[in-house]
């Protein structure tokens, strides 16, 4: 059965950087784009952007173009994130998906001196 | 970006009633919407797909409409594990974008 099986709660100073990871089992890793939404209390939902997992190319949301990088490793069918220049506004759980039907269990991530 | 605007942000309804969930997008999405349910400390849940389409498991009490740009999520013969947060999803045209909730309770 696919699955997306999300790292573990993060912990962060303002202005260093996380890389969360999201492993895919269940398909083929390469055949579907992996997206990654923010979830807080505050703003919602609100989507990141998606990685191809194939080619590697990517698309992010303006909003989140320099704060988010997103990468692959095709050997261990791991899609990750990056969020750097971290500030109290990150805070949030982010999501992992592959498309509307299968969604990671979410990683809180907590900036915070 | 287009907007989606959910409402009501919370109801109230007894057990056994029909409730009724609407988002309002402000261009046309061509019936590129999703609806989800999403439990305290889980991940959302896909209900209805392509605006109308059941996703496979999911109660048929569930049911999704549209009109225009209004998208409607109705919930018929409300059960106690109903009441959770509900939310769509626009995925015509990047960036995708959310309603903000809505939260259910019971009465």
């Known amino acids: 059965q696919v699955q997306l099986q999300q790292s573990g709660a993060e912990l962060a100073k303002p202005g260093s950087s996380v890389k969360i990871s999201c492993k895919a089992s269940?398909?083929?890793?390469?055949?579907?784009?992996i997206s990654w939404i923010k979830q807080t209390t505050g703003q919602g939902l609100e989507y990141i952007g998606y990685?191809?997992?194939?080619?590697?190319?990517?698309y992010y949301n303006e909003k989140f173009k320099g704060k988010a990088t997103l990468t692959v490793d095709k050997s261990s069918s791991t899609a990750f994130m990056q969020l750097s220049s971290l500030t109290p506004e990150d805070t949030a759980v982010y999501y992992c998906?592959?498309?509307?039907?299968?969604w990671g269990q979410g990683v809180m991530v907590t900036v915070s001196s | 970006d287009i907007q989606m605007t959910q409402s009501p942000a919370s109801l109230s309804a007894s057990l056994g009633e029909t409730v009724t969930i609407e988002c309002l997008a402000s261009e046309d999405i061509y019936s590129n919407l999703a609806w989800y349910q999403q439990k305290p400390g889980k991940s959302p849940q896909l209900l209805i797909y392509d605006a109308s389409s059941l996703q496979d498991g999911v109660p048929s009490r569930f049911s999704g409409s549209e009109s225009g740009t209004q998208y409607s999520l109705e919930i018929n013969s409300l059960q106690s594990e109903d009441a959770v947060t509900y939310f769509c999803q626009q995925h015509h045209d990047y960036p995708y974008t959310f309603g903000a909730g809505t939260k259910l309770e019971l009465k």
């Open positions: 998906a592959r498309g509307a039907r299968y």
């Open positions: 990685i191809n997992t194939g080619s590697g190319g990517t």
């Open positions: 269940g398909y083929t890793f390469t055949s579907y784009d």
